[in-house]
Structures are given as structure tokens and as C-alpha cells.
């Protein structure tokens, strides 16, 4: 965070010193009962229905706490303990992000999609991070209450931001966009995911959609051309500018000549009738749109196609993001226990297709979770998905999995067929098939532990 003067927020926010000094500097800022406070320095927001720890804040001195609560409930501060009282902590609080990020005229991305934003994330991240501060989210960690930090993150040595941002809810990604006030938004992919909070697919498209009012229809946008969901979402006041990418003609960033090659993907970016052949560390076509969203966007901020392409040669994928391990008795394990949902299990069997050709293949799937009312219908279109495939073995786990196997059975599945309520028994039984000749897919919820652990053990 960049040290600002107690003072000045003071007056800032228009606030008064209630208790403590106002000349020291804030080098970060939370919000109480949402973030630990740890350290020294800090700027804490605490609502009037917050429970505050004042002993604890006051051994965390110099602090300074921005509230609303009535003067009788600060008694019991301590001493250490800068109070400023303000007449509203929401108001005071939006003051604040909306001067704090003002202060940076820096490039904001914020990303959003079912799949692929983490992956894009980090590979814009990894690019811009050769000669340059870059703030970015950690792995997944996306939620909207980590927003307000990762913000506190950026100071004047920051040249870029990249952020990654969560649905659950419709509101979610507004709430975040109005916290970053991004500059560039992208939409990877809209499958079906987190229908639980917004109870409808189209519920869901026009959550993901509020990015578009996020960069408060300006800036630059970067979309998936060949994503039909996303096609569904309302442009009509967008008055930024529009960057497309994919295998459509209509791309600006087009992927032609596809290959699977050592280790990842190989293709030809066609842009603006230039052609540049590029490689991206990891398999699948999806793997090929993360890379094109990325190079869209450091390219927007300046980095060269050409230089873009050389450093994305390096990148390191992400762990139980299709991992590919060797595994018990010479088998292949592909680790894809990042997260499960209908998109991401397609694009995985679809790598599969491609990598385990003439192996015998084992899929293992757990529970799609957050599916709402939807539930059954995906579970059971990926069993039908599952049944039109060269699987030797299909292994599910969960209730709601068994679904997955049960539609498989009635579209004529041909390969065999085991149902497991948890993760017991699963090893002994893939001790039994596993071998030099086999592929194992292994894809869950990054909930599952079990299934996490049962990947790590099957691997050498």
C-alpha cells in the first residue's frame, strides 16, 4: 500500500479525531471481521454492528480505526488506538477506494469466465512481470472480500494490475469491478456454473455480463468470438473499444493451425494479416483461447505480439490444472482436481481424445457442485457425453455423479462402469488396472480432499 497520513485521510473522509495522534503514516488497510490484521500501520474499517477486538488493535498500534459507532461503545479502546469517527462507514469507506485507486493510472485487468481465468490471469501476470510490478490475485483465491486488499496491494511502484474476480452471486462481479475500477475487461468462456446463486443460465450470463458495466462502458473489452454465451450479453451501451479472440474469422486475435506438439500447443495467431506462430505450455484448444485472451491484453498495454509470444513460451502451468504425471505401474495420471464443472470436463476429455490415443483411459469424476435446479440435467449430459467416448473405465463418486454414470449406461456406454459413494475402495481398485498402456483422468471439486489426495497417491 502507498503510506498515506493519517491526517489526510482524516480530512479526507471528513471525519474527526475522536482519540490517538493523527501524524503517522497507514501503510495498509482492512476491513474489520472481513480481513486479518496483522502488523503495524494499519487503516481498519469497523461497522456499527462490528464486534472490535480493542485489546488486540491496540497491541497492533500505531492503528487507526474509521467507525460510526457511538461515542459510549469507544470507551473501551486503548490508548495506543487512533479513533476517527465518521457519520457513515459505507460512505466513508467507498471515499476511500474511490481516492485510493485514483491515485494509480496504471493499466487494471479484471477477468471473469466459467474456465480459463486463473490460467489467463497468470499468464498476463507472468508477462508483464519481466520488467515491471505487476498486482494480481493469488491463484484462485477470488472472493469479493478479498477484493478491497488486493487493491491495498497496488502502490507507486506498481505498473499493472490483473485481477481475477468471483462469481457466486449476481452483483458479485459489479461489487468488484466498482472496487478495481478496471481499465480491461475479459470474458474467457460462459458455461454453466454457480447456478445456485444466480438460479438461471441466463441469471448467470448477465452476472458474468456486469463486467461490462464494470469498466463503466469504456475502456477495452477482450471476448471469447466464439463463445455463444457470451454473445448473448448486451453491448448496446458499450462505447469502448472491442477486442475478439478465437478461431472465428471475425477474430482480431485468430487461432489457426492447431497442433498438439511436446508439453502443449502449438499455433498461428493471425493479426491485423500478420501471421505469428506462437506456443503455450499445456494441452487443449482451451488452453490456446487463455493464450490468445492473454496476448490481447499485454498487447493492449503496450508489450509487442513477438515479445509477448517469447515470454508466454516460458509459462508454468498451473498445478491440478491438467497436470500430467507418472503414475503407479507406468501409467499417466492427467490431474485436473482444480475444479469441476461442465465446460471444464468437456475440455479435458476433449485432451484426453488427443493425448491418450490407443491407451486404455480411465476417467474418474466426482460431484458438480453448484448446479441449483440444474443439477441432474448436467450431470446427466456429460454421462451422455461420456457414452459417445473410446473410455475403458468410467469410475464416479458422489450422489450426484452417479448420475453421471447411470445416463451413461442408458445411451449404451460400452466401457465399464463402477459407482462409489466416497474415495474408499477407488485405489485398491485402480491398483488392479493401472499400467504402462493406461491413462487416468482424475477431475473433481478443489473441495475434495479425497480426491486430491487419491491423485497424489497415484502419482510417482
Not at 17 to 22: N, Q, R
Not at 107 to 132: F, H, L, N
Not at 176 to 196: K, R, S, V
Not at 393 to 420: C, H, P, S, W, Y
Amino acid at each position: 500500500m502507498q503510506p498515506l497520513l493519517v491526517r489526510d485521510i482524516c480530512k479526507l473522509l471528513q471525519g474527526k479525531l475522536f482519540s490517538g495522534s493523527d501524524q503517522w503514516y497507514v501503510k495498509n488497510a482492512v476491513v474489520n471481521n472481513r480481513h486479518d490484521v496483522t502488523g503495524t500501520h494499519y487503516l481498519v474499517f469497523v461497522y456499527r454492528r462490528d464486534e472490535v477486538h480493542w485489546a488486540e488493535l491496540d497491541r497492533k498500534a500505531p492503528c487507526v480505526v474509521i467507525t460510526d459507532k457511538p461515542k459510549d461503545q469507544l470507551e473501551k479502546a486503548g490508548k495506543n488506538t487512533t479513533i476517527i469517527i465518521v457519520k457513515s462507514v459505507v460512505q466513508a469507506y467507498w471515499k476511500f477506494v474511490n481516492y485510493y485507486r485514483g491515485l494509480f493510472n496504471i493499466p487494471v485487468v479484471a477477468i471473469t469466465g466459467t474456465c480459463g481465468k486463473s490460467t489467463t490471469k497468470e499468464m498476463i501476470k507472468q508477462m508483464m512481470s519481466v520488467d515491471r510490478k505487476v498486482q494480481a490475485t493469488e491463484s484462485s483465491k477470488n472472493e469479493p472480500r478479498r477484493s478491497f486488499p488486493y487493491l491495498m496491494g497496488i502502490d507507486h511502484q506498481t505498473k499493472a494490475a490483473v485481477f481475477e474476480t468471483g462469481l457466486g452471486n449476481p452483483g458479485n462481479i459489479k461489487h468488484q469491478c466498482l472496487i478495481y475500477q478496471p481499465t480491461i475487461g475479459i470474458i474467457t468462456t460462459i458455461g454453466a456454473h454457480h447456478l445456485d446463486g444466480c438460479k438461471t443460465i441466463d441469471g448467470y450470463i448477465q452476472a458474468k455480463g456486469e463486467i461490462v458495466e464494470g469498466l463503466k462502458y469504456r475502456g477495452t473489452l477482450i471476448l471469447n468470438v466464439d463463445d455463444e454465451n457470451i454473445k448473448k450479453i448486451s453491448l448496446a451501451s458499450y462505447k469502448g473499444k472491442i477486442i475478439y479472440f478465437g478461431k472465428g474469422n471475425s477474430s482480431d486475435f485468430q487461432a489457426k493451425n492447431i497442433h498438439y506438439v511436446k508439453d502443449g500447443m502449438k499455433f498461428d495467431i493471425r493479426h491485423k494479416n500478420k501471421i505469428y506462430t506462437a506456443f503455450v505450455p499445456g494441452y487443449g484448444e482451451h488452453q490456446v483461447y487463455n493464450a490468445l485472451a492473454a496476448i490481447a491484453a499485454v498487447n493492449e498495454m503496450g508489450l509487442s505480439i513477438e515479445e509477448a509470444i517469447n515470454r508466454l513460451h516460458s509459462f508454468k502451468n498451473m498445478q491440478r490444472h491438467l497436470e500430467i504425471s507418472s503414475g503407479i505401474n507406468g501409467s499417466t495420471i492427467i490431474d485436473d482436481t482444480w475444479t469441476i464443472n461442465p465446460t471444464s470436463i468437456e475440455a479435458a476429455l476433449n485432451v484426453m481424445d488427443h493425448i491418450s490415443e490407443g491407451k486404455k483411459k480411465i476417467v474418474l469424476l466426482g460431484n458438480i457442485n453448484r448446479l441449483g435446479n440444474y443439477e441432474k440435467r448436467f450431470h446427466q449430459e456429460i454421462g451422455s457425453l461420456i457414452a459417445g467416448k473410446d473410455i475403458h473405465t468410467l469410475i464416479t463418486i458422489g450422489n450426484k455423479a452417479v448420475e453421471i454414470a447411470r445416463q451413461a449406461k442408458r445411451d449404451q456406454f460400452k466401457g465399464n462402469v463402477q459407482i462409489f459413494e466416497k474415495v474408499d475402495g477407488i485405489k485398491e481398485l485402480l491398483m488392479k488396472e493401472l499400467d504402462e498402456n493406461t491413462h487416468l483422468l482424475i477431475k473433481g471439486p478443489m473441495s475434495s480432499r479425497s480426491m486430491i489426495q487419491l491423485a497424489s497417491d497415484l502419482k510417482l
